[in-house]
């Protein structure tokens, strides 16, 4: 297949019903945040800025008025979103409220985790999927047809997986960039395990008692990170570093309970896992079925892993 046809491939459209799902994975991770008290550490903030709305002024930021305010206008228009109203005025509203809510707990914590980094820019994306579907999405629904109408284009899915590739990507070489390839001895994980770790974790346990399994570990997370931007190149490499960082997340979560890391896990697994290859499948069958031509497009797009 030459670039011109892969290219193509982007702008092929099928049925929603996998983008659908999507949307309302990352609306209920929206109400989610929303419904998390907010946090405000004592002391001066740094004079570098965590998120991009740290040049805003002290008194906006660390007001718990601003931080309601945006955890309200996030739910409304969650709410919206999902029932359909106002596209794609509310789903834009819910990116830039999501962004803004979470934006404004990295800069009044003294440390903060990257949990909700790959839903703000899943949601953009699929904000930027309305803005260009909504018309015949509006008519399609009203018609009673939504769930059998091409809405969804494959350029979303791409991008989302994508973005949650150079999400990790990033995450694995900021560890090497700050640390070097050292940062995997595993020494620094006994001490987080020993510090933080959840005491009855199977994981810590053998953690704490060899080094050089933690060695292991650590540096697997970190090489596997690394090259998560594979994940963009065929369902084999997004597979295989799917089941991957799956697995990091896993031993984060079974060893350090409380780091919030199971909304990533979601993600890894819906979108890297072929459960939107899935969703294609089954839809080619039934178009097949149906006598529909285009299910010969699916057919020959699942072939090609793209």
């Given at each position: 297949?030459?670039?011109?046809?892969?290219?193509?491939?982007?702008?092929?459209?099928?049925?929603?019903?996998?983008?659908?799902?999507?949307?309302?994975?990352?609306?209920?991770?929206?109400?989610?945040?929303?419904?998390?008290?907010?946090?405000?550490?004592?002391?001066?903030?740094?004079?570098?800025?965590?998120?991009?709305?740290?040049?805003?002024?002290?008194?906006?930021?660390?007001?718990?008025?601003?931080?309601?305010?945006?955890?309200?206008?996030?739910?409304?228009?969650?709410?919206?979103?999902?029932?359909?109203?106002?596209?794609?005025?509310?789903?834009?509203?819910?990116?830039?409220?999501?962004?803004?809510?979470?934006?404004?707990?990295m800069e009044n914590v003294a440390n903060g985790?990257?949990?909700?980094?790959?839903?703000?820019?899943?949601?953009?994306?699929?904000?930027?999927?309305?803005?260009?579907?909504?018309?015949?999405?509006?008519?399609?629904?009203?018609?009673?047809?939504?769930?059998?109408?091409?809405?969804?284009?494959?350029?979303?899915?791409?991008?989302?997986?994508?973005?949650?590739?150079?999400?990790?990507?990033?995450?694995?070489?900021?560890?090497?960039?700050?640390?070097?390839?050292?940062?995997?001895?595993?020494?620094?994980?006994?001490?987080?395990?020993?510090?933080?770790?959840?005491?009855?974790?199977?994981?810590?346990?053998?953690?704490?008692?060899?080094?050089?399994?933690?060695?292991?570990?650590?540096?697997?997370?970190?090489?596997?990170?690394?090259?998560?931007?594979?994940?963009?190149?065929?369902?084999?490499?997004?597979?295989?570093?799917?089941?991957?960082?799956?697995?990091?997340?896993?031993?984060?979560?079974?060893?350090?309970?409380?780091?919030?890391?199971?909304?990533?896990?979601?993600?890894?697994?819906?979108?890297?896992?072929?459960?939107?290859?899935?969703?294609?499948?089954?839809?080619?069958?039934?178009?097949?079925?149906?006598g529909d031509p285009g299910a010969v497009q699916?057919?020959?797009?699942?072939?090609?892993?793209?």
């Amino acid at each position: 297949m030459n670039l011109a046809e892969r290219f193509n491939r982007w702008f092929e459209r099928s049925r929603p019903t996998y983008g659908i799902l999507t949307t309302w994975i990352l609306l209920s991770f929206a109400v989610a945040l929303a419904l998390l008290p907010p946090v405000f550490h004592e002391g001066p903030r740094a004079e570098t800025m965590a998120t991009m709305f740290g040049w805003l002024p002290e008194a906006v930021v660390r007001s718990p008025w601003t931080t309601h305010v945006c955890r309200v206008v996030l739910v409304a228009s969650a709410l919206l979103w999902f029932a359909g109203r106002l596209l794609p005025w509310s789903c834009w509203l819910t990116a830039l409220s999501f962004t803004m809510v979470w934006a404004l707990r990295m800069e009044n914590v003294a440390n903060g985790a990257h949990i909700f980094h790959a839903t703000t820019w899943l949601l953009w994306i699929h904000a930027a999927w309305m803005q260009f579907v909504h018309r015949e999405w509006q008519a399609a629904r009203q018609a009673g047809r939504l769930r059998e109408t091409c809405l969804y284009p494959r350029w979303v899915f791409l991008l989302s997986v994508f973005a949650l590739g150079v999400f990790h990507t990033w995450a694995g070489l900021t560890k090497i960039a700050e640390s070097g390839l050292d940062w995997g001895n595993g020494l620094s994980l006994q001490l987080w395990v020993y510090l933080w770790g959840w005491s009855h974790s199977p994981f810590g346990y053998f953690v704490l008692a060899h080094r050089t399994f933690a060695a292991i570990l650590q540096t697997g997370a970190m090489v596997i990170e690394s090259l998560s931007f594979l994940t963009w190149f065929g369902k084999w490499p997004r597979l295989i570093l799917g089941v991957g960082i799956l697995g990091f997340y896993t031993g984060v979560l079974g060893t350090f309970v409380d780091y919030g890391f199971h909304f990533n896990w979601i993600l890894v697994a819906w979108l890297l896992l072929p459960v939107e290859a899935w969703f294609r499948r089954r839809e080619s069958v039934s178009r097949e079925v149906a006598g529909d031509p285009g299910a010969v497009q699916v057919e020959a797009a699942l072939a090609t892993g793209s």
